[in-house]
DNA sequence: GCCACGCGTGGAAGCGGTTCCATTGACAGC
DNA sequence: GCTGTCAATGGAACCGCTTCCACGCGTGGC
């Protein structure tokens, strides 16, 4: 293991001069500073990080708090988060987050420069008692699809995202449009969904319309859970034309659902998700996109400029812009139902509607 | 910041004292004991890893190397590694790999404790030198999805599963089966894709098939060039009545050529994928299935016990089972075609088929 | 010609732990 | 009662780097 001292030995140079090479100071004389970069290259000597880290009172690292697993959409943003770092001098360092006990855990611990220079929190409301105990250590911090009292960060506007999905299943003529999203009381608090589901009620509110009771669903973030609910929206008598799912993910256990009751999508049902993640293009989904990667990328660069900015980073939140993507998964809704009726006596008759089945075989 | 030496003065001991409290030596009076750890709760002091570290040699961080953006598999092996690592005390450094550049550049800077105590490879051949240059250097390597001489390795048998796909296929009764796989020489010298092919060749030679040229197709890992590549395969005379990609991403783009081309899947052209990451189950996509997650799982399980026993790990690959699932992209070819014309005079006649075009309007 | 000045440099003092070595004191064995 | 042993502990050295301080020496201004 070659150290400084052998460089700054065979360099016939102090300790100090070979460290003033490194960290390109320019009190360095030409001649010396060719004479330490060949021994250098002699020797082929790279400086403990762990030494320098512990000397300079910062470890070349950031952390980004991430609940890896809970999330598809996590993964695109971390990719934008990975290629802004890729050009700096930072080591990324992953702290996985399922539970709040989780992420108190890492939260703890990394109120310090030797464990982290710069934090990224993401998609993860944070405690603001946390945050305070960060923003006073002295650790820089930015969000990532969450908001915290005085600190930067980038988001969606979710509520908005919300408007704009349901708006668009309005402007195709639904009026039976029921939600499917996240449990607002979900252990990591996480808030997008019911956001989502804010401006989902907004808009319906605005145009007058009614949301049945058993109309909004919540459960896990899960393919399988949105499925399992999306059963029981098509088992009511008034049957949604329309169902809004608070995330791509649960959008496609919602196509899912549809099309395995026998019901053709957009024909009898419209589905819209949220997010488009990469499978949506795929999967043809009409849905409201956040630029996730973009996201990342665009929060690991304010981390890094707080980072070597050293003074605290302006606590602006960025806010990016969202679109409606519209594919094959919405379309009016089926023609002549017996509206009237059923809007004007909600719970009365025993209607069944046997036809319903043309979809599919 | 709270140091050992505070913790020392307050509970009245030395710092070595502390240290020992902190390493569990039993070299400490129970009563001495507890008074450390009452100033330790008192002043909630937490060690300092970059000191630890740096005095220990050692880190407590885990990198792993990995091609982040390019394999969509990528991620689910990175989950079980996060999974697996969740209950240690090792951080993780993710190391994004995009050329070879960078590869080397990595694995040239991780040759020392100081950066990580263990390494994981993931899907990255390795060049030999760097390998031996990691072994002597004492740095545990586990590779995952890739193989190196004396180096312990999880990894899949993707002739196998080449076989197995194309076997599939030919038990359906198909005998013209095209592959899309990966470039052989592609630039991180991915190999998965040509022992996918190896696999599909050896299959289609034992059962007497001829594989025509220009039915085995190379292109960058990516949906979009797989989908251009299937549709120069339909444009042909003797198109194939079934594809065999060399991985799930690929196989979603054949899906999407073949379907925008009018085609019936499975009723025209059967497709089968590898991997069977997330999205195949909901495309409904047959597949080889590789445990992609256990894999992560168990590659990380076996790093953390060679850096823990601090003795070299034996090095044998482990060799995760494979399976076929059979979703519904896969069925028998379309019937009645004057095969045996075809077979015997290859390039004669222009024969057109008009009727092609029968699966949708 | 002398003195300040400042550049280039060597070397020591940290950074905050771990670990080795020496010391102390209690206790057992003679 | 003295010595040998051993457990418990304090303290110094060290891990490899940064940074501050001091020093030597050339230079310019008076």
Redesign the interface.
Known sequence: ?VTIADVAAHAGVGAGTVSRVLNHSPRVSDTTRARVLAAIEVLDY?P????R??SRGR?Q?LGVVVP??THASA?ERL?GV??AL?ASHY??????V?SPLHRDEHLA?LT?R??ADGLLIMSLPTPPASLARLASSGVPVVLLDTRGEGVPAVVTDDVEGGRLATRHLLALGHERVAFIGDDPDNPLGFTAGTSREQGYRETMAEAGLRVPAGYVLHGPHV?AVARRLTEQLLARRDRPTAVFASSDSQA?GVL?AVRAAGLDVPGDVSVMGFDDV??SG??GLTTVRQPLFESGKLAAGLLLDAVDAEHPPDARTHQLSIELVERSTTAPPPPARPRSRTRASAAGRTDRRPAEQEGKP
Chains 1, 2 share one sequence.
């Open positions: 293991m790279r403990n990080p762990l030494a880290g512990l470890c690292t890896f697993f993964v990719r990975v290629a890729d080591d990324l360092v992953l702290f996985n399922e611990t310090r030797d464990r393919r496609l899912e990469e499978v795929y999967a």
